[in-house]
């Protein structure tokens, strides 16, 4: 595999990238750019190949085809980059350890660990040191896993659904952690999950995946931008010009439509509203559903 992106704008790069585990595509011709300190919320349904993304960034899966570039480099040749924390879906610790000998087996294991943000951020999950990692809650577990991830203080940080056992308090805690980490030390941060809502407070750029194949990216702001809501009765084609009807939902008399492009001028009687991004992602999520059956 060559490498593809230009180091001082993409940190992570991939180019119609195909893997498939036998017949199953998981990644089929994905293509996307992660941009330097941004926070990148990784959405798809279950299935979609999330997991197999950040494994492939990471070099743990080779791809049968396409080129990755994570800090300049091709993934896997001499192992994870010292620039690049990887936290798994399982959120891997060992179970016999206590979180101070988990915090000194990072500093062990990692050239540029720095002690004191480990340690803050498990002081601030509010988990005794001297807790073993097995008598903790998932919840716990989750925040300890990403105390390491980010001890290491890396330049790129994948975390494969880090918010997902947390807490509303604990959500908000580490989501805050995450956007100060990216706009104090310029971190890159890459997180997935299957619900959109838990990372709006915290990503500014989403990839939208689906089998496969990234279906929505940019920035939450731009795409927000170029979607819009008609709300009336009738053919709406000549209110919305050059965009696209992404879903139409009717109700008692009127039909909504979310609509992809830019807004128009006029609009007759048809009323124009600004969808949320979770509007906008779950029609575009049900219009894939709509192409598949
Ligand atoms: N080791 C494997 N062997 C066979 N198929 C696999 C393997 N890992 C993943 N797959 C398949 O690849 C596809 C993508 O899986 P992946 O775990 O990447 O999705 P995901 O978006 O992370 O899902 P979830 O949100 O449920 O965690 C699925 O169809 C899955 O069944």
Not at 147 to 158: F, I, S, Y
Not at 267 to 290: C, F, M, N, S, Y
């Amino acid at each position: 595999m060559t490498d593809v992106a230009d180091a001082s704008r993409s940190v992570v790069s991939m180019r119609e990238v195909c893997l498939r585990f036998g017949k199953t595509y998981a990644l089929d011709g994905c293509s996307f750019d992660v941009a330097r300190g941004s926070v990148t919320a990784l959405v798809g349904r279950n299935g979609a190949g999330k997991s197999t993304l950040m494994s492939v960034a990471v070099g743990l899966l080779t791809p049968q085809s396409g080129s990755v570039s994570v800090l300049g480099r091709s993934p896997g040749h001499t192992g994870i980059s010292p620039g690049l924390s990887y936290l798994a879906q399982h959120k891997p610790l060992y179970g016999k350890f206590t979180v101070a000998e988990m915090l000194r087996f990072g500093q062990r294991t990692n050239a540029q660990w720095d002690n004191a943000y480990a340690g803050r951020l498990v002081s601030e999950a509010d988990v005794p040191m001297r807790a073993k990692i097995r008598s903790l809650s998932p919840g716990q577990r989750a925040r300890i896993a990403v105390a390491l991830a980010l001890g290491r203080r890396p330049d790129v940080v994948l975390l494969d659904e880090p918010l997902a056992d947390l807490d509303p308090v604990a959500r908000r805690s580490v989501a805050q952690t995450l956007m100060r980490d990216a706009a104090q030390h310029g971190t890159t941060v890459v997180l997935s999950s299957h619900i959109l809502v838990e990372l709006t407070d915290v990503a500014d750029q989403l990839l939208l995946l689906d089998r496969g194949r990234i279906r929505l990216t940019g920035s939450l702001d731009d795409l927000l931008d170029d979607h819009y809501l008609l709300t009336g009765t009738g053919d709406p084609q000549h209110a919305i010009g050059q965009g696209a009807i992404i879903e139409s939902r009717a109700g008692t008399r009127t039909t909504t439509h979310l609509v992809h492009g830019p807004r128009p001028p006029h609009h007759g009687d048809w009323l124009l509203e600004q969808p949320t991004i979770d509007e906008i992602v779950l029609a575009h999520l049900a219009e894939q559903k709509e192409e598949r059956a």
